[in-house]
């Protein structure tokens, strides 16, 4: 499990930035309100996150992409599947929705036809811990009351041995171990 250390050790001296020419990518995550996060590439594995929000509808994703320059990004699949799809249609930069494959493992697949990428959230959530745990890889804005929330939302999953009873299989898994877990 990420500690709120591990996070606060990528903040960086940079204030969150409220306009960016780009190109940056997004991810947004589902649920009560649509999880934002904006970032550039520094390098072939390292980004710079430069903005965190969360907002209420699909047209303020439109907004964010827009005034940051996206030009590519993921949104989970579900549980808003319609929306997803309906807004991928609105969108000219590249958008895909995000499909987890439990029983898939290894590279995640992205599906340019159907603009959906398929890939195993165990590996995924392995390669988010690293990206936040290794040294460099991954810059955050200085510290600021939307790092805060992203501190406790990023800590509030962990790695678990799960066990099926019924046939002995043993499985590491995420789970939820805090209110929030985005």
């Known amino acids: ?3 709120h250390q591990d996070v606060y050790a990528c903040c960086g001296n940079d204030p ?17 309100v649509l999880h934002v996060v904006i970032a550039e590439r520094t390098t072939r594995n390292s980004l710079k ?4 929000a969360r907002v209420d509808s699909f ?3 439109h907004d964010i992409a827009r005034d940051f320059g996206v030009k590519s990004a993921v949104i989970d699949l579900f549980p808003e599947k319609r929306k997803v799809v309906d807004f991928q249609k609105t969108e000219n930069f590249s958008w895909f929705g995000c499909n987890y494959v439990e029983k898939r493992s290894g590279n995640i697949v992205w599906d340019e036809r159907y603009k959906i990428i398929k890939g195993n959230r165990t590996d995924i959530c392995n390669a988010t811990h690293s ?8 810059i955050l804005p200085r ?5 805060e929330i992203f501190v406790k939302e990023v800590c509030g999953i962990a790695k678990v041995l799960d ?4 046939t002995g299989l043993r499985m590491y898994r995420y789970k939820k ?3 929030t877990d985005h």
């Open 177 to 179: 171990v805090a209110p």
């Open 143 to 147: 510290r600021n009351s939307e790092i």
């Open 16 to 32: 969150m930035v409220y306009k960016h020419e780009g190109p940056t990518c997004m991810g947004v995550d589902v649920g009560a």
């Open 49 to 52: 996150v430069i903005k965190l």
């Open 1 to 3: 499990r990420l500690t």
């Open 59 to 61: 047209r303020d994703l």
């Open 131 to 138: 990206l936040v745990s290794d040294p460099g890889r991954l």
């Open 163 to 166: 066990e099926n009873t019924d």
